[in-house]
């Protein structure tokens, strides 16, 4: 019995020493830091490097330039030449990788915004169709410079503000076809 409660003292000992675990909005945020300064700090690293080569390149050079026998001229070209032709291929990783970075910005916004697009229309389609003051029950309406008559819940003249209930003299004076989408029966004349 002791020995359990040894080990059970130095279990709550060590995790009480035992630093508490990051909530997952913190590391989120960390992450998101990170990634913001890696963003911001990635082109200046491929034009640092682009400058480096661009030195090695000119140091080998000078050193080639400097020696007349082609064994001295060698190491030269093979420890400066290289490693300039090194550099300027990461920085062209570094610099091409931060333009597509861009472009993927680029699209993922377009994406978002038709998102939001596509979300409104469909929000709208799915509206229920609310008749306007103008229309009440049993009548059906029609646009001021419309061609068709509809039901007032149509979805082609939900929520417009210049719906107005017409008779069927009206109808008939304007030369009011019935809608093709509700289908409304030609009110009777009073």
């Known amino acids: 019995m002791t020995v359990e409660r040894v080990v059970g003292e130095e279990r709550m000992t060590a995790e009480q020493r035992l630093p508490s675990a990051p909530t997952l909005s913190a590391t989120g945020e960390r992450k998101q830091v990170l990634t913001w300064a890696w963003t911001a700090v990635r082109p200046f690293v491929g034009w640092v490097l682009a400058a480096a080569g661009a030195i090695a390149l000119f140091v080998g050079w000078f ?20 490693t300039g032709v090194a550099l300027f291929i990461m920085a062209g990783v ?9 472009q993927f910005e680029r699209i993922g916004e377009l994406e978002r915004k ?5 979300s409104l229309f469909v ?11 103008a229309a009440t029950a049993g009548s059906v309406v029609a646009l001021p410079a419309g061609s068709s008559y509809h039901l007032p819940t149509c979805s082609l003249v939900a929520g417009k503000a210049d719906v107005s209930a017409v ?19 030609p009110p009777t004349a009073r």
Do not use: H, M
């Not at 570094?94 to 861009?102: H, S």
């Not at 008779?167 to 029966?185: H, M, Y």
């Open 63 to 82: 050193g080639v330039s400097g020696e007349s026998l082609t064994a001295k001229q060698i190491p030269y070209l093979v420890s400066a030449g290289l």
């Open 94 to 102: 570094f610099l091409a990788t931060d333009d597509i970075r861009r």
């Open 114 to 118: 038709v998102d939001d697009l596509y």
């Open 123 to 133: 929000a709208d389609l799915n509206a229920p169709a609310r008749p306007s003051a």
């Open 167 to 185: 008779s069927a003299r009206q109808i008939s004076d304007r030369g009011l076809r019935p809608c093709r989408v509700c289908d409304p029966e």
